[in-house]
């Protein structure tokens, strides 16, 4: 029933920014905490920020703290991520998830459903 749709990854220079969208249909949006992880080839997928349902709270990497901000408009079904001075170690394939509960966690397991990825890819 719910539908996740990532967009906004590409290729950027390492000190570069990008922002990440996640548009979001079906029932409930507004309800349960929503989250982007990551995956880079041949590593598992890794939690890198999650909002709680209303907005107020905020979890992030240690690898992204300070660097990426996550933030959602329930009102248009979207949650975002800004990413801002990117290093090369962020190239993976980002995720948007949705929780099964209305408070995040960092547990992939913890969340029900996914979108299909987007690339982001930054150079040296």
């Known amino acids: 029933q719910v539908q996740l749709v990532e967009s906004g990854g590409g290729l950027v220079q390492a000190g570069g920014s990008l922002r990440l969208s996640c548009a979001a249909s079906g029932r409930t949006f507004s309800n349960v905490a929503m989250a982007w992880f990551r995956q880079a080839p041949g590593k598992e997928r890794e939690f890198v920020a999650a909002i709680s349902w209303r907005g107020g709270t905020t979890t992030y990497a240690d690898s992204v703290k300070g660097r990426f901000t996550i933030s959602r408009d329930n009102g248009k079904s979207a949650v975002d991520l800004q990413m801002s001075s990117l290093k090369p170690e962020d190239t993976a394939i980002y995720y948007c998830?949705?929780?099964?509960?209305?408070?995040?966690?960092?547990?992939?397991?913890?969340?029900?459903?996914w979108g299909q990825g987007t690339q982001v890819s930054v150079s040296s």
């Open positions: 998830a949705r929780h099964l509960r209305r408070i995040p966690t960092v547990v992939v397991s913890d969340y029900g459903s």
